[in-house]
């Protein structure tokens, strides 16, 4: 690792998730790798210095796909990559509680450290419809989104973590 480098890895199906996350990356700018989560490979994580997961709740879980990025990638980095930041953005039907506790319990395991407090987007999705819509996230959020990329970047080049 020459730069201090972000890592942003996420997984969507109805678009929330990916402009949230694309939204993060704008606001880190060089510093940020934008990646969907089938793509990350162990490599990948140990290149990078902090991390933000951003992904929707499925089901009252972490999406599959982010799910098996952890799987793949959570014992070849294991021991490698402690005291390193992360952040979460979690895009939820309803309350986003459980994918953000899921991500948590991976990330104590690999001893990263939390950075900034959990982002939970409400899109309030809840009949079969709505759920499968592609969703259209609000400006707002999406500044907020922006702004912890710019927060985590700051913190990686100022050193902080």
Same mark, same amino acid.
């Given at each position: ?10 997984h969507?199906?109805?678009g929330?998730?990916e402009a949230?996350?694309?939204a993060a990356?704008?606001g880190a ?8 989560a ?11 210095n ?9 089901l009252?879980?972490?999406s599959g796909?982010?799910k ?16 390193r930041?992360?952040?979460?953005? !979690? ?8 994918a953000?506790?899921? !991500?948590?319990?991976?990330?104590t ?7 900034a407090e959990?982002i939970i987007?409400?899109c309030?999705a809840q009949?079969t419809?709505?759920i499968?819509?592609t ?8 500044? !907020?989104c922006g702004?912890?990329?710019a927060?985590l970047s700051n913190?990686?080049?100022l050193?902080v973590?």
């Amino acid at each position: 690792m020459t730069e201090p480098s972000l890592l942003i890895a996420w997984h969507s199906r109805t678009g929330a998730s990916e402009a949230l996350a694309k939204a993060a990356a704008g606001g880190a700018g060089a510093a940020a790798t934008l990646m969907r989560a089938c793509e990350v490979q162990p490599e990948h994580i140990q290149r990078s210095n902090a991390y933000l997961f951003v992904c929707p709740e499925n089901l009252a879980a972490l999406s599959g796909e982010m799910k098996e990025m952890f799987d793949r990638c959570y014992y070849p980095v294991l021991g490698q990559i402690e005291g390193r930041a992360y952040a979460t953005i !979690i895009s939820a039907g309803s309350d986003g509680e459980n994918a953000q506790r899921q !991500i948590d319990r991976i990330a104590t395991g690999w001893r990263l450290k939390r950075v900034a407090e959990p982002i939970i987007v409400n899109c309030s999705a809840q009949t079969t419809e709505e759920i499968l819509a592609t969703k259209k996230v609000e400006q707002e959020n999406l500044n !907020i989104c922006g702004e912890l990329g710019a927060a985590l970047s700051n913190g990686l080049e100022l050193g902080v973590f």
